[in-house]
């Protein structure tokens, strides 16, 4: 019983350690035209949103769908990032949608 409890511990510390890393990672997105760019860590917190000067000449709704966009790619990059550091502690990193 004792080594199970040691191998949680040893897993809580690694989940902790990527925790960490992912919390360090930065991650860009663009939007496809390159006027807003979303900043956000590998937990999936934004930490910077930019929107290009020219870009108030447009209309709200493009500026939204195209916020929608970019803050969606952001994610799927932070959630790439974030599998890629599970898989460096299970191992299972080589398998689809890990």
Same mark, same amino acid.
């Given at each position: 019983?004792?080594?199970?409890?040691?191998?949680?511990?040893?897993?809580?510390?690694?989940?902790?350690?990527?925790?960490?890393?992912?919390?360090?990672?930065?991650?860009?997105?663009?939007?496809?035209?390159?006027?807003?760019?979303?900043?956000?860590?590998?937990?999936?917190?934004?930490?910077?949103?930019?929107?290009?000067?020219? #870009?108030?000449?447009?209309?709200?709704?493009? #500026?939204?769908?195209?916020?929608?966009?970019?803050?969606?790619?952001?994610?799927?990059?932070?959630?790439?990032?974030?599998?890629?550091?599970?898989?460096?502690?299970?191992?299972?990193?080589?398998?689809?949608?890990?």
């Amino acid at each position: 019983m004792f080594d199970k409890i040691k191998q949680i511990m040893e897993l809580k510390s690694k989940m902790d350690e990527i925790k960490k890393k992912l919390d360090a990672e930065r991650i860009e997105a663009a939007s496809n035209d390159g006027l807003i760019k979303i900043v956000m860590n590998g937990s999936q917190e934004v930490m910077e949103v930019t929107v290009a000067p020219e #870009f108030s000449s447009q209309n709200n709704e493009k #500026f939204a769908k195209q916020l929608k966009e970019t803050i969606s790619r952001a994610i799927k990059l932070s959630q790439q990032v974030a599998a890629k550091r599970m898989g460096e502690v299970t191992g299972l990193g080589g398998l689809p949608g890990m």
